[in-house]
């Protein structure tokens, strides 16, 4: 069992950067490959970014390529999203989430564990 919780939402204004973190406590993070997801009000929730267990591979969803980045301590069993240049269009509840698996993946169907979600909003 994992349990996360993500930290670091809040309001921005266009343009800005936000650092949103996931605390993992259970098990080994350093198992898992950990994904970043988002859900805007009325739409589905969509695949931001993964890491593998290592760090070493990172993907990305096309809308936020070269603006947000990934990146996980396994020392400290948490991840972290460094969102930057944002736009309304990212604002979002921002979800955490985790798989016991060694495939990176963007599905949201392929991870286990999910904590509760962090808002973000971005005003232009």
């Known amino acids: 069992q994992v349990q996360l919780v993500e930290s670091g939402g809040g309001s921005v204004q266009a343009g800005g950067s936000l650092r949103l973190s996931c605390a993992a406590s259970?098990?080994?993070?350093?198992?898992?490959?950990m994904g970043w997801f988002r859900q805007a009000p009325g739409k589905d929730r969509e695949f931001v970014a993964a890491v593998s267990r290592s760090g070493g591979i990172t993907l990305y969803a096309d809308s936020v390529k070269g603006r947000f980045a990934i990146s996980r301590d396994n020392a400290k069993n948490t991840v972290y999203l460094q969102m930057n240049s944002l736009k309304p269009e990212d604002t979002a509840v921002y979800y955490c989430a985790a798989v016991r698996s060694f495939d990176v993946s963007r599905r949201a169907s392929q991870y286990d564990y999910w904590g509760q979600g962090t808002q973000v909003t971005v005003s232009s």
């Open positions: 259970g098990r080994d993070l350093g198992r898992n490959v």
